[in-house]
């Protein structure tokens, strides 16, 4: 059984679609599938024309002779076509509706009845080809793909569609430094991969691991718009080097100290200048009745016991759930979006703090 994947992201590997994708592609794989994979997001394809040349004086071959050639053959052979594209205005991709466009070379001209509408007879195509759609959004609520999944439900009418699997909210998905958040996802991505390619379906079980780790309730939509909007300003581009850093007469904390001074001098000592080069900013932690500040000033970071006048970026939290979050026990991003702790100042920096605080 040959299962072909077609990403849809103009943003290549480093994207939601892909991530989900990729492990729902080795689930297929653990399925025994053989797996082969269209980057759209690499490939050179030419609008088509209209021109139906591929229907009349050459039969099934386009007038464009691009990345399209190689494609056709691959999913005339393919058991199961998955694509994985992120929703864009309510629909696939430009890269993909080009993609689908282009596959009418795989079509005959006539019309006959299809799945209770007109449609086309398909040219030497395995007659019971299925069709499977993943895809990603920005927005928090399930709802927004309605179109998309009505679309293909449409297109892959009489029996093709077999299911999809949707992700709302899945802008931190593309980034790197969100993707330890997301394993015990991908875990199950991987395993409704596997269903699929065992049964065609993916157990009701699954499917509400799936649902469970991504659906918002009404109270988490409202974090969600909050901490989209704190990190759409924090892009704004600051110059970190710019920063003025007070002067601090006080000593700094040391590592021999002991309890929370150790900590944060610890922090300290493991600071990674290079996650954020040049930067000056100073990070205040105000957890439960006790306050740390770092001053990071360019490679140098020093730790300090109490409240700095201006911090750049502040934390509060219970100080067991930091201490759970910066030990790997309570993923940051989950924390966050439960409330668990706020952050006040520059998101991206709180972004940055895996990297900015690892060796
Ligand atoms: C041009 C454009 C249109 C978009 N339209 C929508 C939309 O209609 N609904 C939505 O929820 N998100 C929308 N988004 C957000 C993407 O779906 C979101 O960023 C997604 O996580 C990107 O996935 P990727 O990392 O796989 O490319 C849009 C993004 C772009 C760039």
């Known amino acids: 059984m040959k299962a072909l994947i077609v990403y849809g992201s103009p943003r290549h590997k480093k994207s939601a679609s892909y991530h989900i994708g990729e492990n729902f592609a080795n689930g297929l794989r653990r399925a025994g599938l053989q797996v082969d994979e269209i980057m759209l997001s690499k490939q050179k394809i030419h609008h088509c024309i209209g021109c139906f040349t591929c229907w009349t004086k050459t039969p099934g071959v386009c007038i464009h002779k691009d990345d399209m050639v190689g494609n056709l053959p691959k999913l005339q052979k393919a058991n199961l076509i998955v694509f994985a594209t992120p929703l864009y205005v309510y629909n696939v991709t430009g890269l993909l509706k080009n993609f689908l466009d282009r596959q009418i070379p795989l079509l005959e001209p006539y019309l006959v009845e299809k799945g209770e509408a007109t449609g086309h007879p398909r040219r ?3 007659e019971n080809q299925k069709v499977f759609l993943i895809s990603v959004a920005g927005f928090p609520e399930v709802s927004h793909f309605d179109a998309l999944v009505t679309l293909f439900k449409q297109m892959y009418r009489g029996g093709r569609y077999i299911g999809e699997i949707l992700i709302p909210g899945s802008e931190p998905m593309s980034m790197d430094d969100f993707q330890e958040s997301y394993n015990e996802l991908y875990k199950l991505i991987e395993q409704a991969g596997f269903e699929v390619g065992k049964k065609g379906i993916i157990s009701e079980e699954t499917r509400k691991a799936i649902t469970d780790k991504t659906t918002y309730t009404e109270e988490e939509i409202k974090v969600f718009r909050e901490m989209a909007n ?50 000056k900013a100073v990070m205040q932690f105000n957890l439960d009745d006790e306050s740390y500040y770092l001053i990071i000033n360019e490679a140098e970071c020093k730790a300090y016991k109490g409240s700095y006048s201006e911090p750049t970026f502040t934390i509060i939290s219970p100080k067991d759930v930091w201490m759970k979050i910066t030990s790997g026990e309570l993923s940051g991003a989950k924390a966050f979006m439960q409330r668990m702790y706020k952050v006040e100042g520059d998101m991206k920096l709180l972004m940055k703090m895996n990297q900015m605080f690892s060796r």
Do not use: R
Not at 256 to 275: C, H, L, Q, R, V
């Open 124 to 126: 030497d195509t395995p």
């Open 230 to 279: 704190k990190y759409w300003d924090s892009m704004e581009l600051k110059d970190y080097s710019k920063i003025k850093l007070e002067t601090i007469d006080i000593e700094p904390l040391k590592v021999t100290d002991s309890g929370m001074p150790a900590f944060f001098a610890g922090m300290a000592e493991i600071y990674n200048p290079k996650a954020v080069p040049g930067l």
